[in-house]
Structure formats: C-alpha cells, structure tokens
C-alpha cells in the first residue's frame, strides 16, 4: 500500500493566492469607504475575519487531514475540515482517469487527479507532479490489465 | 420497368429514413433565424411598399433556407438493420455512425406523444451501458409500425417464454394521483411551462393571467389578503397539474416479465412502450411519504439505463400498491433482486440526532416572524399567515424524520445489499446487487465523531453520479459490516 498526502508547495500556494485576493479586496474595500460608504469598513472587516479563518483553520486542517492510499485492490481517500469523509473505491471498478497538470504545477503543487467509475468519482486533490506521475501510470497499468482479461474472456 | 425501378428505389428511400413528421421537428431549432427578417420587416415599418419589397424577399430566402436545412438534415439521417445489430447515421451529413450490437442493447423504448399519433409516427429509444455518453445512443422519429418492429426485433419478443404480466388497479391509480400528487413537482412544472411560455410570447402576459385569476377570485374572499390567494392560487394550480399529469402517465400501467425482458406500457396522452434487460437493472428503490407509509402502501422505481431517463419520465415499475402485492410482484418481476433483512439499525438512541436540525429549522420560523414584525410592522397579518404555512412543512419535517430515526438500516446478504434511509420527506428502500456498488464513503462531522456515529454514503454503477446516504449509524458496527462485505478496509 502507497500513502500519498497533499504537497505543502500547493499549501503555500494557497496561502499567496488567499493573501493576495484578501489585500486586493481590502485595498477595494478601503477606497469605497473613503468616496462612497462607511459600509465598507465592514465589509472590509469581514474579509479579513475570513481570511484569518481560511488562513489558520480551514487551509491547515485539509493539508494535515488529507491522505491517499493506492493499494492492489482499492483506493482509500481520506479528505475534509468539518465533515471528514472517507472513501474506499475498487481498483476493478475503475473505468478511467483524469490527470488535471496546471501550468507551473511543479512550483505550484497544484495538480489534481479524478478517477472514474461507473456512477461515482474520486478526486485526490493537490498531488505533487511525482505523485500524480506514480499514480497515473500505476492506475494505468491496471487499466491495461483488466482490458487484457477482458479481451482474454 | 423503369418506372418499377423508380418506384422501388423511391420506396427503399423511404424504409430506411425518419418518418417526413421530423423535418419540422429539425425546423423548430433554427426559427430563431426568422428574427432577422422579423427586424428588418421593423425597420420597413414606413409603408414604403418597394422598401418592403426589398425585406420581404429576406424573409422568403431565410425561410427557405430553414426548410432546406431540415430537409438535408432528414435526408442525411438514415439507418440499416441487419439481424443482429442496428447502424444509425446521424449528424451533418450522416457523417456519423452509431452502431449497436442488440445483445449490448439495456431499454430500447417507442414513444408516441399525442401530436405524433396524428401523424403515426413514434420516437424509438435505444440505450446501451455504454457510461461514455449520457444522452440516448440512438434515437429516431419513424412510422409507429416500423418502430414497433424494430423494439421486437431489438427486445427479441419472438422468444418462446413464459409471460407474466402484472396491472396497476385502476382505482388505486386514481386514489394515488388523487391523495399523493405533490404539489411542488405541479408547481415546477407550471414554472417550467411558464418558461418555456415567456421565451416565446412576453413574461407580462403571465404575470397579468395570474393578476387577473388573483384578481377574480378575491373578488369573492375580500377578508384574505391579496399575497395569500396568489400562493393559494398556485398551490392548488400545481397540485391540480401533478395530480393530472400522474393520472396521464400512469393510465394503462403494466408490466410483463418475458424471458429475460421486463416491458412496460404505459400512458393515454404519451403512449410508452419500454423494454429492460432484465439481469441489467441495478437496483430497485421501494420509495414512499409518511402518508403512503402509514397506510402501507409504496412505489417501485428501478435504475436500468435508459429507463425513464427523459424530462418529466420516473423509472417505475410498480406505481402503486400495498406492501404485500409489491413483494409479490418484485418476486415475479425481479427475482434475482432478493431484499436482505437489516443487519444494522437505528432507533431510540439516535431519535435526536435525526430530529435535532428539523426542530431547529422550525424554530427558526417564530424568530424570522419577529424580525419581520418589526421591520414590516403594516404587514402584520400577512406574515402571520405566511409564517403559518411555512411552519407547516418544517413541523411535517420534524415529524417525517423521527419515524426516519425508526427506519433507517444496512443489510447484506449473499448476493445483494439493501438500505433503508429518508431523504428529505421521502421514504426509499435500495436493493442493489452487491457487484454494482462503485464507492463507499464514512462521512463524519465533528459531533459524530466524538459520539462515535458516522454517515455512510454508497454509490451504485449508474448512469449519472447518484448518492445514497444512510445516516447516524454507530461507526463501529458499522465498519465492521462492510468490512465483513469486503466494502471497506
């Protein structure tokens, strides 16, 4: 059984892309209190409440609650913040995947995987490149196998 | 002989074509097009005849053009027919083909709604497992006879086999449309209707029909404010519309187990005649309301691709009946379906943990009153009323979930799995063969966890993604029945 668990450069990521919306916001949301309305500063305060949520709470409670396991016989996703969930799927009722590589996804860690079968999908979400890449090509190799049987039958 | 020739070949033409009816079916997507006259008609509004002249000839060529375009698109779509499998040619120019085995085929359906009977002709459904395309495989407008045939040739209805048929009482048809028809499900499909009305006409016809039929009625019922014969107005509207359209579908209700295939018909206004592989059906779901519950009485839907997959269609096979006729029929129908008895249930322990969010929601209800009091205070009698008919639903709600908190279980045996859950008002009994299950998941929320209960979610192979969910189990027991069931590690 292989353990996988999210990349901490998408954690980081995160952390830029939620910083950077939440001052962009802000910098908005001062400019319109200081011309239009003192409602804006509540807004404003909100932003910044719920940054500090998704910052402190919400981003480090998935990456150190996620995990993935790849075993020969089933796919376990261990994923949630305030209702943890996790799902078993049978490797023999995989029918396909989908491998989502973002642009600098090497730097970013923002690298998704769907695996489908009939009736339900899972996804394993924020895989480093070399995961994703050991995944795929095991998932693959099994894909390949039950085709083989199939043919075979 | 010539002539002979000519004929035959005309008539060869024609056996292996839609029926002509579809060529306004393949007009109607390109009306739109006539708006381009439409404005330019406008524009020439001056009375100027030459001007007109010179639009008018506009709208004749974007006419033509339309009726051209069908005409091809008819012309191109054709099929052929050997023993053993059925080639449709579809697209621009018949470019492409869709073959389908009738050994792989799962529903193959002939439909005829009302306008096409004036025409004798019938839409023909043909579905196959294959997951990778959610719209049918291959569908066709032909003469109803011909369509006919193909279903027989398809379905293989010259087999010799035992028939058993089973029919919905007409009585209790009535009695069901009459007592269960849901008000919500009318109203959608008035709002739909609605829709579809004011993308053609002009949305202040309807909001005047309404003011209008507002207006009569509380010519009669001064005392009762205006709002409240509007929401009166369209609650009997809509439950009038369900109860119609339940009696319509289900008119005529019967299903015949033959050999290997389950065929329905069913309906006076659309005529429906299905055909199910029956070793391809996945699961059947028992589903009924508090009402239908008390009185033991259920429907049977089943997930069987392609089957009742349409707009405004419900994959049943059983509409109405008491518990014991359903038993019996399942055994006769589905027999490879056997319901296990639950291994794993809830009950008195967990009764607040299905009410807690109900009562919750339905003491919301005062405190929303009271904020609306006191920012509306001219508007007292209207909230009053309105805050009444929506605590209706959520008290109901209350209710409907503590009798969940007594049905809900897991059971498996050797072969199939059942699940008995409540989602949202309704009531469903699962049977699923064990080897369709696709996904399992452990849901948990805070709470649960350090009260050690869990939900567990399943998903079955089916044409779209559908979750059952079986909530407030203790985890424990839990795991360690699916994990007895190889479900989990």
């Not at chain 2, 091809?72 to 120019?93: C, M, N, P, Q």
């Not at chain 2, 048929?165 to 009585?171: C, G, I, M, P, Y």
């Not at chain 2, 006191?374 to 605590?391: K, L």
């Not at chain 2, 409907?400 to 409540?422: I, L, M, P, Q, R």
């Amino acid at each position: 059984m292989h353990m996988y668990r999210p990349s901490r450069l998408a954690m980081i990521s995160i952390y830029l892309f939620v910083i950077i919306l939440s001052l962009a916001l802000c910098f908005a949301c001062g400019f319109g209190a200081m011309f239009k309305s003192v409602i804006f500063w509540y807004v404003m305060l909100f932003i910044i409440i719920l940054t500090f949520l998704v910052l402190l709470i919400v981003v480090p409670l998935f990456f150190s609650l996620s995990r993935y396991s790849v075993s020969r016989n089933e796919l376990i996703c261990n994923t949630g913040v305030f209702i943890f969930k996790k799902q078993y799927m049978k490797l023999s009722s995989v029918r396909s995947f989908t491998a989502i590589v973002t642009p600098l996804s090497r730097a970013t860690g923002l690298n998704f995987l769907v695996i489908n079968s009939l009736g339900s999908q899972m996804v394993f979400w924020f895989l480093s490149k070399g995961d994703l890449n050991e995944i795929t090509s095991y998932l693959d190799k099994v894909l390949k196998r039950e085709e083989a049987a199939n043919e075979t039958a | 002989m010539k002539q002979h020739k000519a004929i035959r070949r005309i008539r060869e033409f024609f056996r292996h074509r839609q029926h002509p009816v579809k060529i306004v079916g393949y007009t109607s997507k390109t009306l739109w097009l006539l708006l381009i006259p439409l404005v330019k008609y406008l524009v020439a509004l001056r009375f100027d005849i030459r001007s007109w002249l010179v639009t008018n000839w506009v709208d004749i060529l974007a006419i033509s053009a339309i009726f051209a375009f069908a005409w091809l698109r008819w012309v191109f779509i054709y099929f052929e027919i050997d023993e053993k499998s059925i080639t449709a040619h579809s697209g621009f120019f018949g470019l492409a083909a869709t073959k389908l085995c009738f050994s792989s085929v799962t529903t193959v359906s002939v439909h005829q709604g009302s306008l096409q009977r004036l025409f004798g002709a019938a839409t023909l459904y043909i579905d196959t497992n294959a997951k990778s395309v959610s719209k049918c495989d291959i569908i066709l407008v032909l003469p109803k006879k011909r369509a006919e045939h193909i279903l027989a040739l398809v379905s293989d209805e010259n087999e010799r086999a035992v028939k058993y048929t089973v029919e919905s009482k007409k009585r209790s048809q009535l009695a069901f449309s009459l007592f269960f028809s849901s008000t919500l499900s009318g109203v959608i499909i008035f709002a739909g209707l609605m829709f579809e009305a004011s993308r053609i006409v002009d949305r202040n016809i309807e909001i005047r029909l309404l003011n209008t039929a507002a207006g009569e009625i509380s010519k009669y019922t001064r005392s009762i404010p205006y709002v409240i014969v509007v929401t009166a107005l369209i609650i009997i509207g809509g439950w009038l519309l369900s109860f119609f359209a339940n009696l319509m579908r289900y008119w005529h209700f019967s299903v015949t187990r033959h050999g290997r295939r389950l065929i329905v018909r069913s309906g006076i206004w659309t005529v429906r005649h299905d055909v199910m592989h029956r070793d391809r059906i996945i699961y059947y779901d028992m589903t009924r309301s508090l009402l239908m519950k008390i009185f033991k009485i259920c429907t049977v839907n089943v997930s069987c691709t392609g089957y009742g997959k349409r707009r405004s269609e419900i994959p049943t096979i059983a509409p109405i009946a008491t518990d014991k006729e359903i038993d019996k029929t399942l055994s006769i129908l589905i027999p490879s379906l056997t319901c296990p008895k639950a291994m794993l249930t809830t009950g008195k322990r967990e009764l607040w943990r299905f009410i807690c969010i109900p009562v919750f929601i339905s003491l919301f209800v005062p405190v929303l009153r009271q904020v609306f009091v006191f920012i509306f205070p001219r508007w007292v009698d209207e909230i009053n009323i309105i805050s009444f008919i929506a605590s209706v639903p959520c008290v109901w709600l209350v209710i409907v979930k503590a009798v969940a908190a007594f049905n809900t279980g897991v059971g498996f045996n050797e072969s199939c799995c059942v699940f008995d859950y409540c989602r949202f008002y309704g009531f469903h009994r699962v049977v699923v063969n064990r080897e369709k299950i696709t996904r399992v998941a452990i849901l948990q929320t805070w709470a649960q966890q350090k009260a050690g209960y869990c939900s567990i979610q399943i998903c079955t192979e089916n044409e779209k993604h559908k979750k059952h969910m079986i909530k407030h189990l203790p985890v424990d027991a839990a795991m360690s029945i699916l994990r007895s069931n190889g479900l989990a590690v």
